[in-house]
T-cell receptor, first 114, second 116 residues
Framework: DQQVKQNSPSLSVQEGRISILNCDYTNSMFDYFLWYKKYPAEGPTFLISISSIKDKNEDGRFTVFLNKSAKHLSLHIVPSQPGDSAVYFCAASAGNTGGFKTIFGAGTRLFVKA | DTGVSQDPRHKITKRGQNVTFRCDPISEHNRLYWYRQTLGQGPEFLTYFQNEAQLEKSRLLSDRFSAERPKGSFSTLEIQRTEQGDSAMYLC??????????????FGQGTRLTVV
């Protein structure tokens, strides 16, 4: 039972353009959502998060959008840079649990071409 | 303290042997987690400590797996009688408690286990 789904295993984008990574979830109890970035041979690195009381959170080039009715969130990277090439994991948790029982998607590998 | 540290980074072991991994969390973090990640998948939750208390274990954690955090600081994850299916990246993460808010977990670089 995949509660967090990232249906695109990979995405290729030209440098300078927008990257949009999508994520769907099934558990309506999730109220906190996170994006992590992972480079090869490293652990995931926290990127940005959003609480269910918001529908948008922005941090520099990264913006996360949350559509609760559709149980969908997306990560926008503008402009995309070659250094953004990595695997991006969407994650979700319920309640004040921090990383406890945070459920991760399978990841989307982003390639940013120079 | 620069982050979560895991040791060793890589471990190759023969099937049936026992292995132990260590995790040193960020010093002010009282929560510590172990995750397992296999190829093409995201991290899967294994177990969680708040200070020295192990508060939750996933059903993924069979009886061959045991985790400890004796003094509420570093943690160890031991796998007894390893099987080839145990081959994976074992990730440790830590976070601090936030009253009324979620806090993200910070991950270590992981220990890659290969059982041959």
């Amino acid at each position: 039972d995949q509660q967090v789904k990232q249906n695109s295993p990979s995405l290729s984008v030209q440098e300078g353009r927008i990257s949009i990574l999508n994520c769907d979830y099934t558990n309506s109890m999730f109220d906190y959502f996170l994006w992590y970035k992972k480079y090869p041979a490293e652990g995931p690195t926290f990127l940005i998060s959003i609480s269910s009381i918001k529908d948008k959170n922005e941090d520099g080039r990264f913006t996360v959008f949350l559509n609760k009715s559709a149980k969908h969130l997306s990560l926008h990277i503008v402009p995309s840079q070659p250094g953004d090439s990595a695997v991006y994991f969407c994650a979700a948790s319920a309640g004040n649990t921090g990383g406890f029982k945070t459920i991760f998607g399978a990841g989307t590998r982003l390639f940013v071409k120079a | 303290d620069t982050g979560v540290s895991q040791d060793p980074r890589h471990k190759i072991t023969k099937r049936g042997q026992n292995v132990t991994f260590r995790c040193d969390p960020i010093s002010e973090h009282n929560r510590l987690y172990w995750y397992r990640q296999t190829l093409g998948q995201g991290p899967e939750f294994l177990t969680y400590f708040q200070n020295e208390a192990q508060l939750e274990k996933s059903r993924l954690l069979s009886d061959r797996f045991s985790a400890e955090r004796p003094k509420g600081s570093f943690s160890t994850l031991e796998i007894q009688r390893t099987e080839q299916g145990d081959s994976a990246m074992y990730l440790c993460a830590s976070s601090s408690t936030g009253v009324g808010k979620n806090t993200e977990a910070f991950f270590g670089q992981g220990t890659r286990l290969t059982v041959v």
